[in-house]
């Protein structure tokens, strides 16, 4: 009796030993991020359509992003990439492809053209866009001005969230490589008409980012992980 005791007891205590750590594991909190930053803007790019397909070629497309007063990264930065989407409004299938492009500070302003002076230290990331969702389905659409400074020309928008996803790599002023991950909500258009001033259809195209002031509260953010 008492060998089987003693039996049950070692094979108790191997059970335990197995599950444990398991359990631990399984607990384990996920690793925070080594900086976020809030998404602030996003600029138009050169946007060029590929041939006669629904993909649009993006180039030299900045996100805006303000990090604070971070350790990893501080103050505003831009984040410029390269990308080539699908722009289908019909399938609903917005902006989805993947993405290539660096991530510089923003030192300040040229004072004579306005252009951002951007910092030497760079971030190269790729990834991917994945397609935009509709966030206010069930609202009413809104009205947005594409043609500030001027004569105001306003057209039905709706709330697009866009998850960006990849990974980051220090090449200049820095070392360390890592993942990174985002939403932006985004201002997409739905219109079929072509306004000659613009250089592209604006159906199913990013206008802006929605304002993080807007009675909706949506914060656009971006985190970096080791």
Same mark, same amino acid.
């Given at each position: 009796?008492?060998?089987?005791? *003693?039996?049950?007891?070692?094979?108790?205590?191997?059970?335990?030993?197995?599950?444990?750590?398991?359990?631990?594991?399984?607990?384990?909190?996920?690793?925070?991020?080594?900086?976020s930053?809030?998404?602030?803007?996003i600029?138009?790019?050169? !946007? *060029?359509?590929?041939?006669n397909?629904?993909r $649009?070629?993006?180039?030299?497309?900045?996100?805006?992003i303000?990090?604070?007063?971070?350790?990893?990264?501080?103050?505003?930065y831009?984040?410029?990439?390269?990308?080539n !989407?699908?722009?289908?409004?019909?399938? /609903?299938?917005?902006?989805?492809?993947?993405?290539?492009?660096?991530?510089?500070?923003?030192?300040?302003?040229d004072?004579?053209?306005?252009?951002?002076?951007?910092?030497?230290?760079?971030?190269? !990331?790729?990834?991917?866009?994945?397609?935009?969702?509709? $966030?206010?389905e069930?609202?009413?659409?809104?009205?947005?001005?594409?043609?500030?400074?001027?004569?105001?020309?306003?057209?039905?928008?709706?709330?697009?969230?866009?998850?960006?996803?990849?990974? $980051?790599?220090?090449?200049?002023?820095?070392?360390?490589?890592?993942?990174?991950?985002?939403?932006?909500?985004?201002?997409?258009?739905?219109?079929?008409?072509d306004?000659?001033?613009?250089?592209?259809?604006l159906?199913?195209?990013?206008?802006? !980012?929605?304002?993080? /002031?807007?009675?909706?509260?949506?914060?656009?953010?971006?985190?970096?992980?080791?």
């Open positions: 009796m008492k060998r089987k005791v *003693l039996l049950v007891g070692l094979i108790l205590a191997m059970t335990l030993t197995m599950v444990l750590p398991a359990m631990a594991m399984a607990a384990k909190p996920p690793t925070p991020p080594i900086t930053g809030e998404i602030i803007g600029t138009e790019g050169n !946007v *060029l359509q590929a041939g397909s629904d $649009w070629l993006v180039r030299d497309r900045d996100i805006v303000d990090f604070g007063s971070g350790a990893f990264l501080e103050g505003y831009f984040l410029t990439y390269h990308t !989407v699908a722009v289908d409004v019909e399938n /609903e299938i917005l902006q989805a492809g993947n993405m290539q492009g660096f991530v510089r500070q923003l030192l300040g302003h004072t004579e053209t306005g252009e951002p002076i951007l910092s030497d230290k760079t971030l190269n !990331v790729r990834g991917a866009i994945s397609p935009a969702v509709k $966030w206010n069930f609202l009413p659409d809104f009205e947005f001005d594409i043609n500030p400074g001027g004569s105001p020309i306003y057209v039905d928008v709706n709330i697009y969230v866009i998850h960006v996803e990849g990974k $980051w790599t220090a090449v200049k002023g820095g070392v360390g490589n890592g993942t990174f991950n985002g939403d932006i909500y985004v201002l997409i258009v739905e219109d079929d008409h306004y000659p001033f613009l250089p592209y259809d159906d199913g195209h990013v206008l802006a !980012v929605v304002p993080n /002031e807007s009675p909706f509260f949506l914060e656009s953010y971006i985190e970096l992980y080791n």
